[in-house]
């Protein structure tokens, strides 16, 4: 499968500990965007990266942190996780940097207890 | 600052009746506007985008500058289009940036 890929694909852990999530893109594609969906917030911006470089930074909190490596890959680093961040975490990829069409992975589903 | 809404969380029609999924948007500069749906146990994927002026699945959205509103409609519902729809804005600080969504229930 080609498409964008996301692991794990489903995360259950404890208040206060680590995470990281991690994102394929599709081959080819060099942007990494990645969304958090909580129960009716919708798809809440993140991040993006762009062969490697930051590129936009929506509500992400200080305590989340992303990267996005040589071979393209991304990943997204949740610290001292609260009972809020439970959320369905979705990376999408795209050709181009500006705009145009993403490209979803199934997400990852986080459940913090 | 960017903004998409989408006023409406549920709307349910009846097969064949037409249909219309409300989005607006706040941006000043000239962004491009996207629709998104998800069918369920899918992935999230590309309805539409305002550029190619397409009608997909027999769904059209037309780019209202001035009321900034880009809102979907389709004349005659089919069962298979119930579904998550997600309007979607893409400007040049690669912010893309998504509604709330609206879940769209087709009844026979």
């Known amino acids: 499968d080609s498409g964008v890929t996301q692991t794990p694909k489903h995360l259950i852990t404890a208040t206060g500990q680590r995470v990281t999530l991690r994102c394929s893109p599709r081959?080819?594609?060099?942007?990494v965007y990645w969304y958090q969906q909580s129960l009716d917030q919708g798809l809440q911006f993140l991040i993006q990266y762009y062969n490697g470089e930051e590129r936009a930074k929506g509500n992400i909190l200080e305590r989340f942190s992303a990267q996005q490596f040589p071979d393209l890959h991304s990943e997204l680093n949740l610290s001292s996780l609260e009972l809020g961040d439970s959320a369905l975490y979705f990376c999408?990829?795209?050709?181009?940097?500006?705009?145009?069409?993403?490209?979803f992975g199934e997400g990852s589903r986080l459940t913090v207890l | 600052a960017q903004r998409v809404t989408q006023p409406e969380k549920l709307l349910s029609v009846f097969k064949g009746a037409p249909v219309e999924l409300k989005c607006n948007y706040s941006y000043s500069g000239s962004p491009e506007l996207f629709w998104y749906v998800q069918y369920s146990r899918q992935r999230l994927q590309l309805l539409l985008r305002?550029?190619s002026r397409e009608s997909i699945k027999g769904f059209t959205a037309d780019l209202n500058k001035g009321e900034t509103s880009f809102h979907l409609k389709k004349p005659f519902a089919q069962e298979e289009d119930s579904a998550m729809y997600y309007c979607?804005?893409?400007?040049?600080?690669?912010?893309?940036?998504f509604g709330t969504g609206t879940r769209l229930k087709v009844l026979a």
């Open positions: 999408a990829s795209s050709v181009s940097s500006v705009t145009g069409e993403l490209f």
């Open positions: 081959s080819g594609d060099l942007s």
């Open positions: 305002h550029i």
């Open positions: 979607a804005l893409s400007s040049g600080t690669y912010k893309y940036i």
